[in-house]
């Protein structure tokens, strides 16, 4: 589900401007752990909720097509 390249990415977006933030730092730049971690959270939640949405769309879609057509359209809701 995380690949290196997604990681990298949600590193990369990470800003490490949190004074009270938990910071694992080497010879590089210093890293909000906890941000880090916030990051992984919400990029998973929101792959687990778009698949979740696809699942009741093709259950909705058995009993009424129209109503699945409007919650297809209606991904973000």
Do not use: W
């Not at 401007?17 to 590089?28: E, H, I, M, R, V």
């Not at 730049?29 to 949405?53: G, N, S, T, W």
Request: proline letters at 3%.
């Amino acid at each position: 589900m995380l690949d290196e390249k997604t990681i990298k990415q949600l590193l990369f977006h990470c800003k490490n401007n949190n004074p009270k933030g938990l910071y694992y730092s080497d010879d590089t730049e210093p890293l909000d752990v906890l941000e880090f971690a916030q990051k992984i959270e919400d990029y998973l939640f929101d792959r687990i909720r778009l698949k979740e949405h696809e699942r009741c769309v093709k259950i909705v879609k058995s009993m009424n097509k129209e109503v699945a057509k409007v919650l297809e359209f209606n991904k973000s809701a």
